[in-house]
């Protein structure tokens, strides 16, 4: 494999393993960073006196009796409720994904097999979509929403997410579906399927990894989100990201901040996991719409 | 595919785009031509053993049933559109006539509500996309020359910022940068100024949402480049090679070249997130030197008294100002369509 144009000379192999090792660094430091500094009391992960305490701890060692505390996770979760929070979270997640999956299936499947010119007025017609902020259409939605009542429930937002996520979730699944051979569905078809039942039975089985990729997508976008949960949740069905900003907002009490740090950790574990065990799925997703042009 | 087959496998995503996207863009547009009622005043004479006296006061019942029954306010035309708060069309005549010379003339707008945020806004789209495609770029270069084994280690970290949430990522910078956290207490040593903050000056806290910005979006572009460079041809690489190419002279002519439609791609795609900049400015709690124009939709609509009329008219504006960067990704797309059939 390693042919010769491949061959580097000692200095530039230097060079570029410094610079890998500096990006690393900034991409993961200020997690791994914030990750230790939530075990901590808030004047050691702001330390004024001297930066090395939020790595030894020492006012921690000082109040708690131990280098570590837990005590910013259960302000965060017990007595903050973070945990409705979560909850919240992964409802609203898991029903845009399936929602939005099962639309979009259908939607991106009719797009990549019909050849007539509306399918590109459509896709065009998304990626306009797809560009708007979703900062400008909540300013549209509040004043329905007052009047009808609809406001401040996990339903709407999940709707609304799913709206707002199709754009995407159409040109992805659009993609992946012109990568399947049409023969597959038309061979289907002549043997007696209805178009449906071709879709259903022949098409979908083959096409698990893009559905998946397109999922992770989703889930990300509606994990994610801050304009319209913000905008749409009451306090009560709050999700992490409007909970967090929340807290800062309140006072910049001692201890509040900590809250604020543990549940920020606490939010970003789960998408950790995510890239740890999907980081294939991602890839491929990202430059699906790029490679392609 | 027959047009009636299409339509029924078509209709759910449709209505969902119809009902949530379509239609609030209409209800957006209409609000933002009405403003809410005044109060409703009612005058009342009250007598006295001193004779009579009219009281102006406001009728709270009246005002109540005239907004209940028509929720969208009154008819106001373009009036919110020209307003202080938005285009300020008399503002900036005025400063255009008293204004000595450009310079005050610029800073006069700059203190508009709407121009501060545009300005903020455009700076922040066009200093930190091509500094992101030249990191993304110098990254994927860089990982691809690694072996084989550290590949996925480095790649798994390089996805972390790009994917951790836009608001959470800025909070775990914002710490950082705190003047009592780590990389605050370092820059204060380096610059040998215990009283420097990052959060106090206008231009560090640009300076600031733009690192934040390149480093939240750089991954993208790193994958990106990354899955082009493994299409890179090697023949002609080698080729470049045998006829004396330097290595400069490979990755200026063969590498960038390859990927150059990646570039277009990342670009335009780029242009249009970093448009809607919004997250960091709350992560950074730095509204008060940096405004984008989603942050002022987001600050109308929130509170106690929510401006759905004001909002609703920057919202148009914005989507204006969507519609003109979007334009060449339409144009691209055409094209491409157009040479597919």
Redesign the interface.
């Known amino acids: 494999m390693a ?4 061959k ?1 000379p000692m200095g ?2 230097i060079f ?2 410094g ?2 090792v500096f ?2 660094i ?3 430091f ?2 791994l ?2 990750l230790w ?1 939530s075990f901590k009391v808030e004047l050691d ?4 006196a001297d ?1 090395t305490n ?1 790595l030894s701890g020492a006012r921690t060692m000082a109040e708690t009796g131990s280098a570590f505390t837990g005590a910013g996770y259960e302000g965060a979760w017990v007595q903050e409720e973070f945990w409705k929070a979560v909850i919240n979270t992964f409802l609203v997640c898991f029903f845009v994904v399936c929602t939005s999956l ?3 299936t ?2 991106g ?3 990549s ?4 010119r509306y399918t ?1 007025w ?23 929403f ?2 009808w009542n609809l406001w401040g429930i996990l339903p709407t937002t999940i ?2 997410l ?3 996520n ?2 995407f979730t ?1 040109w992805m699944l659009h993609s992946f579906f012109q990568k399947i051979p049409k023969d597959l569905d038309e061979s289907a078809m002549v043997d007696g399927c209805t ?1 449906f039942q071709a ?1 259903r039975h022949v098409i979908i089985p083959v096409m698990w990894p893009g559905v998946i990729t397109t999922g992770l997508f989703s889930f ?1 976008l509606a ?2 989100d ?2 319209v949960t ?2 749409l949740l009451s306090k009560e069905n709050q999700t992490m ?1 409007p909970k ?2 929340s807290f ?1 907002g309140t006072t910049q009490t001692e201890g509040n ?1 900590m809250f ?2 543990a549940s ?1 950790v606490s ?2 574990a789960p ?2 996991v ?3 065990f999907f ?1 294939r799925q ?2 491929s997703g ?2 699906a ?3 392609k ?1 | 595919m027959k047009h009636r087959t299409f339509f029924w496998f078509f209709l759910p995503t449709a209505l969902a785009m119809l009902l949530f996207i379509a239609m609030p863009i209409v209800s957006v547009i209409t609000q933002s031509l009405h403003t809410a009622h005044d109060q409703v005043f009612i005058e009342v004479e009250n007598c006295g053993p001193f004779g009579c006296e009219k009281e102006v006061s406001v009728d709270t019942e009246a005002t109540e049933k005239i907004r209940r029954e028509q929720p969208l306010g009154k008819w106001a035309g373009l009036t919110i559109y020209l307003d202080r708060g938005h285009l300020a069309t008399a503002e900036v005549a005025e400063a255009w006539r008293t204004s000595a010379d450009i310079g005050s003339f610029l800073s006069t707008i700059n203190n508009l509500p709407f121009y501060r945020a545009m300005s903020f806004t455009l700076t922040y789209t066009f200093v930190v996309t091509p500094l992101l495609i030249i990191l993304g770029f110098m990254i994927a270069v860089a990982v691809n020359a690694l072996n084989q084994k550290l590949k996925g280690l480095v790649i798994f970290f390089s996805l972390l910022p790009m994917i951790v949430t836009p608001l959470i990522g800025s909070l775990i910078l914002f710490w950082m940068i705190d003047a009592r956290g780590v990389i605050g207490s370092g820059l204060q040593w380096l610059a040998g100024d215990p009283d420097l903050s990052l959060k106090a000056s206008t231009g560090l806290t640009w300076i600031m949402l733009m690192v934040y910005g390149i480093w939240h979006s750089a991954p993208f572009a790193f994958v990106v480049f990354y899955a082009g460079l493994q299409t890179l041809p090697q023949d002609t690489l080698e080729s470049a090679m045998i006829d004396g190419a330097s290595r400069w002279q490979r990755i200026r002519y063969v590498v960038i070249p390859h990927i150059l439609p990646l570039v277009t791609f990342v670009a335009l795609i780029q242009l249009m997130d970093n448009f809607r900049v919004f997250e960091p400015i709350v992560g950074f709690n730095a509204e008060a030197h940096a405004t984008s124009l989603s942050w002022i939709i987001y600050n109308d609509l929130g509170g106690e008294t929510r401006l759905l009329s004001s909002a609703a008219t920057s919202s148009v504006l914005t989507i204006i100002g969507v519609a003109i960067l979007l334009s060449p990704v339409l144009v691209r797309t055409w094209r491409d369509f157009n040479r597919k059939t």
């Open positions: 042919s010769a144009a491949e580097q530039l192999r570029l393993y610079f890998v990006w690393l900034l991409a993961a200020p997690f960073w914030t500094g992960f702001f330390s004024k930066w939020a099962t639309i979009g259908l939607g499947y009719a797009l097999r019909s050849g007539y590109f459509l896709l065009i017609l998304a990626l306009i979509f797809r560009a708007m902020p979703p900062i400008t259409l909540v300013s549209g939605y509040l004043l329905p007052f009047e709707i609304v799913v709206a707002i199709q754009p159409l178009r879709f990300l994990y994610n801050f304009a913000a905008m990201v967090i900003a800062l901040v604020a740090v920020v939010a970003t998408l950790f995510l890239v740890m980081q991602i890839v990202l430059t719409g790029a490679v042009g």
